[in-house]
């Protein structure tokens, strides 16, 4: 017992080294550092194809002027009458990811935690880093 | 002798399949960059963690543990180690997929690096529970065959 866990340390720290030093590299140098809170990067979802269901949680005004090509609006100004749409939309199969304008906004996880809450059947939900700024190149 | 080829090939199975799924969740080859991101979102997909940073510490570890587990599985000093280690990630999986399972979740296991297919659970949980009793001969014949002298 006593020495199969003094094993596993070794083998636990041994590991430790390597995680440590590539995810230091990957933080530092790559743009495609691991996000939390649901996030992810818009070359993270080009490497899944283009099944995404994109959602676009931002004020109709904004929706109307530009969005992304094939997005759905759905925010919580207008959730009620937003959300039969968004559901009709909705493939089990294809991921959803919200998106608003970028930086500091919280539509995008507003809306995200929302769908997570009232539609827990909604398991492929992400957020865009960087939002519609980071679509547009802006 | 009979006995001793079963556990070789039992030890090569085990570590050939733990050496592959941490290498192909270290490097996307198919698109040349890392792979930790889309395991990241395979974690998080589980919805077990409290935290989602913790999906990210763990995107970063487990890969390599299951790599270095596999490897130290044929250094004697290291072997029941690593077959701890694996017997461990096998049956903390087990349980998560069991859990995903039970809450009916349709989610990518991402076992094997990017995984596009929803998740069979019937023939993970079947493939993973071998993977665990192979894990579990390993464990039990590092400790039958250890000997004193490995000790001093």
Known sequence: ???????????????????????????????ETP????????AMIHNWGDKVLWV???????????????????????????ISPFLDAWDPDVP??????????????????RLRKEYPQVTKLHVLKGGWSAWSGK | MVGK???????????????????????????????????TVAIQHFEILPYPDLAVMLAFYLPWLEAISALALFVRRLALGAATAITGMTAIFLIALASAWHRGLDISCGCFGKDEVSTNYPT??????LLLAAALVLV????KTAAPARDA
């Open chain 2, 124 to 129: 993970l949980l079947l493939r993973d529970g």
């Open chain 2, 140 to 143: 039990w014949r590092e400790c």
């Open chain 2, 5 to 39: 080829i079963i556990v070789l090939l039992l030890r090569l199975v085990v570590a050939g399949v733990f050496l592959y799924a941490g290498v192909m969740k270290i490097w996307d080859f198919k698109h040349g960059q890392s792979a930790t991101p889309d395991f």
């Open chain 1, 56 to 82: 676009d949680a931002r004020t109709r005004s904004k929706y109307d002027h530009a969005h992304i090509p094939g997005a759905i609006l759905l925010n919580e100004d207008e959730w009620d009458s937003l």
């Open chain 1, 35 to 42: 996000t939390s809170h649901g996030e992810v990067t818009l």
């Open chain 1, 96 to 113: 959803v990811v919200v998106y608003c304008d970028g930086g500091s906004c919280d539509a995008s996880h507003a809306v995200a935690d």
């Open chain 1, 1 to 31: 017992m006593k020495r199969a866990l003094r094993q596993l340390a070794i083998v636990l720290a041994l590991a430790l080294v390597p995680a440590l030093v590539s995810g230091a590299i990957q933080v530092q140098w790559n743009s």
